[in-house]
C-alpha cells in the first residue's frame, strides 16, 4: 500500500526555498568554542551551508521557508507531527497530508514572521517502505511557489546527549565492520546537530552535519559527514569509516581533531527499537565530548543547552537517551539534584503535546571505567534520578558496570561495547515508552536489608527488585579476584570483604556473611571504578539478536545501625569534598602577560603528550587565575590561534612534566572577559 504523500501550501505571492534558517541568530549570539575537558573536540565555526531567507532578525522574511529540523528523509513524531518556519506576515500556510486536501491543516504567519502548523496526529508509517516516499509540498497556486520534501516517515523521534560516550562514533564500536555492512536499515534515519555554544537560547541549530539535514542509514551516512577543517574533506567519508579516536585517543595513530559521526550507542538504540516495535525511528545526535551536566542545564544558562538542545524544543519528540557524568566525578553529590532539574526542565520547554509532556527520558549509569574525581559516588547519584528517589515519571536508568575496555584505544573511558550500551537502553524503552509489562530493564536494585538472625546476626540477607530469575554471579573479562563476591562491610571506620552467596528460591535476594559479628556500620556493593570482582546478574534476555542475556546488578551503599541498615540517599556519600581553591604562587613566580586584545572566546585545552614531555596548556581569561593555576615552575603566557575562519587570542599556563599520565582538568564558568578557572589535577 503506497504512503501518502503531504503537501504544504502557503498563500503567498513569493516562491519559497526549502531549508532556510529560522530566525538565524546575530554573529555575536553564537561563539565558537575549543572544549577542553579530557575528551573535548571541536565545534562549529558557526557558519551554515543551508540557504538563509530573505530578510534578517528584526525583518520580516519576504519567503516561505521550514526549519532545519525539517529536510527530505526525515521523521516526525507519528501522534504530533508539527511543521514550522518563516514567512511573510499574515500569510496563510495550509498543510495537506497525502492526496486528501479536504483534510488540509491551516497556520497563520504572525508578525513576527513565524508560523507553525501541528498536524493530525498520523499512523506510524510502514518502515520497510523504502522508495515509496512522503511528500511535503508548499504552494499559494502559483506556478513553482512550494516547498516539497520526500521520503518522510512518521514514527518516533529521540534526542541522544551527553558526552563523549555518546559522541563515541559507530567506526570505533566493536564488530565495527559488520556493523558498518548492515548499516541499511530501512525506517532508521539520522539527524546530527554541529557543536556550538550560545550565551543566550537559539531558535535553530548554527549548523548541521549532515549538510542536507536528515540522512536515511548507510553504510555511508552512518560513519559521519564532518567539515574539512581537519583535513577531510565532506565528500569523502573514508576516514570516518576507519577506525579512530577523538583529541584524546590513547593510540596516537588514532588521534582526530573530531570524533565523527554517527553516535554508536544513538544508532544501536534506534536500530534496537525500531526492530522491537516496527515504528520508524528518527535519531537526533547532539553530544559534545568533555562537557559537564551544568552546561546543558537551562537552569544554569547552559551554554551547550542554548546551541544544541534549545533550537530542537518547538518539535515533538518521543524522549531521550542521555550518556554522561564523566565530566562531574569531580564533585559526584549536586549531580542527583541537577539530573533531575535538568530533565524537568528540558520537559518543561519542549514543546510536547501535554498528553506527551512527560517524555522518556534513558540515562545510562557509567561504565566501568577510570576518570579523575570520585567515579563509584558518581554512579550513586545518577541513581537519584529514578524511583524511589525520585518522582519524575517515565524515567530509566540501565548499567554498565560489566563493560570495561582496558584496551580501547580511545582510553577506557570510551568503552567499545555499544551494543551493550545501546539495547540496555533500549530495553528500557519497551518497559517505560512502550508498556511492555513483561520487561525487566534494571537488573537487580537492592532495596531491603534484613538481618540474620535478628539478635547477634551472623548475616545480612539483601533484597533485590528488578530482577528476572535466577540471580547468578559471574566471573567476567575484567574480574581479577573471582574469590570476591564485590560485598564490602563497614567496622569501626574500615571496610572490607564480605562473602556473599543468591539464596535460592522465588524471590531475589543475597546472603552476606557478617565477620565482625552483628550489624556492620555500613554494607556496600561494586564501589569501584571497574569493579575487579565477580559481578552479580541476573538472567533477563536483553536480546537474543545481539547476543546479550543477562543485567548486571547495580551498585549500592547502605548505612547501618542498631536497628537495621538503609541505602543512603543518592547526592549524599561521605566524604566528598568540594574542590578547594588553588593557592596563588609568589608574584615573581607568575609574571604578568602581556596584554590581551580582541573579542574573548571560550577556549581550552587537553594534554597532550610531546617527545618526552607532557605539555599542559590551560587558556585563562584574568591573570589572576592564571597565577593560581600555574604556580611555582610554570609561566603565564598569552597566544593567538586560528580557530576556524577566527583568530582566537587567549592566555595560558604552560608547563611541563615528566610524569605523562598527569592530566589536567579544567573547570570554567560561563563569564567572560572576567572569566574564573582552576586547574584541579585528576
Given at each position: 500500500?503506497?504512503?501518502?504523500?503531504?503537501?504544504?501550501?502557503?498563500?503567498?505571492?513569493?516562491?519559497?526555498?526549502?531549508?532556510?534558517?529560522?530566525?538565524?541568530?546575530?554573529?555575536?549570539?553564537?561563539?565558537?568554542?575549543?572544549?577542553?575537558?579530557?575528551?573535548?573536540?571541536?565545534?562549529?565555526?558557526?557558519?551554515?551551508?543551508?540557504?538563509?531567507?530573505?530578510?534578517?532578525?528584526?525583518?520580516?522574511?519576504?519567503?516561505?521557508?521550514?526549519?532545519?529540523?525539517?529536510?527530505?528523509?526525515?521523521?516526525?513524531?507519528?501522534?504530533?507531527?508539527?511543521?514550522?518556519?518563516?514567512?511573510?506576515?499574515?500569510?496563510?500556510?495550509?498543510?495537506?497530508?497525502?492526496?486528501?486536501?479536504?483534510?488540509?491543516?491551516?497556520?497563520?504567519?504572525?508578525?513576527?514572521?513565524?508560523?507553525?502548523?501541528?498536524?493530525?496526529?498520523?499512523?506510524?508509517?510502514?518502515?520497510?517502505?523504502?522508495?515509496?516516499?512522503?511528500?511535503?509540498?508548499?504552494?499559494?497556486?502559483?506556478?513553482?511557489?512550494?516547498?516539497?520534501?520526500?521520503?518522510?516517515?512518521?514514527?518516533?523521534?529521540?534526542?541522544?546527549?551527553?558526552?563523549?560516550?555518546?559522541?563515541?562514533?559507530?567506526?570505533?564500536?566493536?564488530?565495527?565492520?559488520?556493523?558498518?555492512?548492515?548499516?541499511?536499515?530501512?525506517?532508521?534515519?539520522?539527524?546530527?546537530?554541529?557543536?556550538?555554544?550560545?550565551?543566550?537560547?537559539?531558535?535553530?541549530?548554527?549548523?548541521?552535519?549532515?549538510?542536507?539535514?536528515?540522512?536515511?542509514?548507510?553504510?555511508?551516512?552512518?560513519?559521519?559527514?564532518?567539515?574539512?577543517?581537519?583535513?577531510?574533506?565532506?565528500?569523502?567519508?573514508?576516514?570516518?569509516?576507519?577506525?579512530?579516536?577523538?583529541?584524546?585517543?590513547?593510540?596516537?595513530?588514532?588521534?582526530?581533531?573530531?570524533?565523527?559521526?554517527?553516535?554508536?550507542?544513538?544508532?544501536?538504540?534506534?536500530?534496537?527499537?525500531?526492530?522491537?516495535?516496527?515504528?520508524?525511528?528518527g535519531m537526533i545526535e547532539s553530544c559534545w565530548g568533555g562537557t559537564s551536566i551544568e552546561s546543558w542545564s537551562p537552569a544554569n544558562n547552559g551554554s551547550n543547552f542554548n546551541g544544541m538542545i534549545a533550537p530542537l524544543q518547538k518539535s515533538p519528540i518521543r524522549?531521550?537517551?542521555?550518556?554522561?557524568?564523566?565530566?562531574?566525578?569531580?564533585?559526584?553529590?549536586?549531580?542527583?539534584?541537577?539530573?533531575?532539574?535538568?530533565?524537568?526542565?528540558?520537559?518543561?520547554?519542549?514543546?510536547?503535546?501535554?498528553?506527551?509532556?512527560?517524555?522518556?527520558?534513558?540515562?545510562?549509569?557509567?561504565?566501568?571505567?577510570?576518570?579523575?574525581?570520585?567515579?563509584?559516588?558518581?554512579?550513586?547519584?545518577?541513581?537519584?534520578?529514578?524511583?524511589?528517589?525520585?518522582?519524575?515519571?517515565?524515567?530509566?536508568?540501565?548499567?554498565?558496570?560489566?563493560?570495561?575496555?582496558?584496551?580501547?584505544?580511545?582510553?577506557?573511558?570510551?568503552?567499545?561495547?555499544?551494543?551493550?550500551?545501546?539495547?540496555?537502553?533500549?530495553?528500557?524503552?519497551?518497559?517505560?515508552?512502550?508498556?511492555?509489562?513483561?520487561?525487566?530493564?534494571?537488573?537487580?536494585?537492592?532495596?531491603?536489608?534484613?538481618?540474620?538472625?535478628?539478635?547477634?546476626?551472623?548475616?545480612?540477607?539483601?533484597?533485590?527488585?528488578?530482577?528476572?530469575?535466577?540471580?547468578?554471579?559471574?566471573?567476567?573479562?575484567?574480574?581479577?579476584?573471582?574469590?570476591?563476591?564485590?560485598?564490602?562491610?563497614?567496622?569501626?571506620?574500615?571496610?572490607?570483604?564480605?562473602?556473599?552467596?543468591?539464596?535460592?528460591?522465588?524471590?531475589?535476594?543475597?546472603?552476606?556473611?557478617?565477620?565482625?559479628?552483628?550489624?556492620?556500620?555500613?554494607?556496600?556493593?561494586?564501589?569501584?571504578?571497574?569493579?575487579?570482582?565477580?559481578?552479580?546478574?541476573?538472567?533477563?534476555?536483553?536480546?537474543?539478536?545481539?547476543?546479550?542475556?543477562?543485567?548486571?546488578?547495580?551498585?549500592?551503599?547502605?548505612?547501618?545501625?542498631?536497628?537495621?541498615?538503609?541505602?543512603?540517599?543518592?547526592?549524599?556519600?561521605?566524604?566528598?569534598?568540594?574542590?578547594?581553591?588553588?593557592?596563588?604562587?609568589?608574584?615573581?613566580?607568575?609574571?604578568?602577560?602581556?596584554?590581551?586584545?580582541?573579542?574573548?572566546?571560550?577556549?581550552?585545552?587537553?594534554?597532550?603528550?610531546?617527545?618526552?614531555?607532557?605539555?599542559?596548556?590551560?587558556?585563562?581569561?584574568?591573570?589572576?587565575?592564571?597565577?593560581?593555576?600555574?604556580?611555582?615552575?610554570?609561566?603565564?603566557?598569552?597566544?593567538?590561534?586560528?580557530?576556524?575562519?577566527?583568530?582566537?587570542?587567549?592566555?595560558?599556563?604552560?608547563?611541563?612534566?615528566?610524569?605523562?599520565?598527569?592530566?589536567?582538568?579544567?573547570?570554567?564558568?560561563?563569564?567572560?572577559?572576567?572569566?574564573?578557572?582552576?586547574?584541579?589535577?585528576?
Amino acid at each position: 500500500m503506497a504512503i501518502p504523500t503531504v503537501a504544504v501550501v502557503a498563500l503567498c505571492l513569493i516562491s519559497g526555498i526549502r531549508g532556510n534558517r529560522f530566525g538565524a541568530p546575530d554573529a555575536k549570539d553564537v561563539p565558537s568554542s575549543v572544549d577542553g575537558a579530557r575528551d573535548g573536540s571541536s565545534g562549529s565555526s558557526g557558519t551554515s551551508r543551508h540557504p538563509t531567507a530573505n530578510g534578517s532578525r528584526g525583518s520580516a522574511p519576504s519567503q516561505l521557508s521550514l526549519h532545519k529540523m525539517f529536510s527530505d528523509s526525515m521523521v516526525l513524531q507519528a501522534e504530533a507531527p508539527k511543521l514550522y518556519g518563516l514567512g511573510p506576515p499574515g500569510r496563510t500556510v495550509r498543510v495537506v497530508i497525502g492526496l486528501n486536501a479536504s483534510r488540509a491543516s491551516v497556520g497563520v504567519v504572525g508578525a513576527d514572521g513565524k508560523w507553525a502548523v501541528l498536524l493530525a496526529a498520523q499512523p506510524p508509517s510502514d518502515p520497510t517502505s523504502r522508495g515509496v516516499s512522503i511528500a511535503i509540498s508548499v504552494t499559494d497556486g502559483c506556478s513553482g511557489c512550494n516547498i516539497t520534501l520526500s521520503d518522510v516517515l512518521f514514527g518516533d523521534v529521540w534526542v541522544c546527549g551527553g558526552q563523549s560516550n555518546m559522541e563515541f562514533s559507530v567506526a570505533e564500536m566493536f564488530d565495527r565492520d559488520r556493523v558498518i555492512a548492515t548499516a541499511g536499515i530501512p525506517g532508521l534515519r539520522l539527524f546530527a546537530v554541529q557543536k556550538n555554544k550560545s550565551t543566550t537560547p537559539l531558535d535553530e541549530p548554527a549548523d548541521l552535519q549532515y549538510p542536507q539535514g536528515w540522512v536515511s542509514s548507510s553504510p555511508e551516512t552512518v560513519c559521519g559527514a564532518e567539515y574539512d577543517n581537519d583535513g577531510y574533506s565532506p565528500a569523502n567519508t573514508t576516514p570516518y569509516c576507519g577506525p579512530h579516536c577523538g583529541p584524546s585517543s590513547a593510540v596516537r595513530s588514532f588521534k582526530r581533531a573530531t570524533w565523527g559521526y554517527f553516535s554508536a550507542v544513538c544508532f544501536v538504540y534506534g536500530r534496537a527499537v525500531l526492530r522491537d516495535t516496527g515504528r520508524p525511528q528518527g535519531m537526533i545526535e547532539s553530544c559534545w565530548g568533555g562537557t559537564s551536566i551544568e552546561s546543558w542545564s537551562p537552569a544554569n544558562n547552559g551554554s551547550n543547552f542554548n546551541g544544541m538542545i534549545a533550537p530542537l524544543q518547538k518539535s515533538p519528540i518521543r524522549g531521550v537517551i542521555w550518556y554522561q557524568g564523566e565530566a562531574n566525578a569531580g564533585r559526584p553529590n549536586p549531580y542527583a539534584d541537577q539530573m533531575r532539574g535538568m530533565i524537568e526542565s528540558w520537559r518543561e520547554g519542549w514543546q510536547n503535546p501535554a498528553p506527551s509532556k512527560n517524555f522518556t527520558f534513558i540515562l545510562h549509569q557509567l561504565s566501568a571505567c577510570t576518570y579523575g574525581g570520585d567515579v563509584p559516588a558518581l554512579r550513586w547519584s545518577q541513581q537519584g534520578a529514578v524511583a524511589p528517589w525520585s518522582t519524575l515519571p517515565n524515567v530509566a536508568m540501565t548499567v554498565g558496570l560489566d563493560l570495561s575496555d582496558p584496551s580501547s584505544p580511545c582510553a577506557n573511558v570510551h568503552i567499545r561495547n555499544k551494543t551493550a550500551v545501546g539495547e540496555r537502553m533500549a530495553l528500557a524503552a519497551r518497559a517505560v515508552t512502550y508498556g511492555d509489562t513483561s520487561v525487566t530493564y534494571t537488573g537487580p536494585v537492592a532495596t531491603t536489608f534484613t538481618a540474620h538472625p535478628l539478635l547477634n546476626p551472623t548475616s545480612l540477607i539483601v533484597a533485590f527488585s528488578g530482577s528476572t530469575l535466577p540471580l547468578e554471579y559471574r566471573t567476567i573479562n575484567q574480574t581479577t579476584s573471582p574469590l570476591d563476591q564485590g560485598v564490602e562491610v563497614l567496622y569501626k571506620g574500615v571496610w572490607s570483604s564480605a562473602s556473599a552467596a543468591v539464596v535460592s528460591g522465588s524471590v531475589a535476594q543475597l546472603s552476606v556473611a557478617l565477620p565482625g559479628g552483628g550489624l556492620p556500620d555500613g554494607i556496600r556493593y561494586a564501589w569501584q571504578s571497574i569493579p575487579t570482582t565477580q559481578l552479580l546478574f541476573d538472567s533477563t534476555i536483553v536480546s537474543a539478536t545481539a547476543n546479550l542475556f543477562g543485567l548486571p546488578a547495580a551498585p549500592f551503599w547502605a548505612n547501618c545501625s542498631a536497628v537495621g541498615c538503609t541505602l543512603i540517599t543518592p547526592g549524599f556519600i561521605p566524604g566528598d569534598p568540594a574542590p578547594s581553591p588553588p593557592t596563588p604562587p609568589p608574584a615573581p613566580m607568575c609574571p604578568q602577560p602581556t596584554a590581551l586584545t580582541g573579542e574573548c572566546t571560550y577556549m581550552n585545552h587537553t594534554s597532550f603528550k610531546e617527545s618526552a614531555k607532557h605539555m599542559i596548556s590551560i587558556p585563562l581569561y584574568s591573570y589572576e587565575a592564571c597565577c593560581s593555576a600555574c604556580k611555582a615552575s610554570a609561566t603565564c603566557k598569552t597566544a593567538s590561534m586560528r580557530h576556524g575562519p577566527q583568530h582566537v587570542n587567549y592566555m595560558f599556563c604552560e608547563m611541563y612534566s615528566e610524569q605523562v599520565s598527569d592530566l589536567t582538568k579544567v573547570t570554567t564558568t560561563e563569564e567572560c572577559p572576567t572569566l574564573a578557572l582552576a586547574a584541579i589535577p585528576v
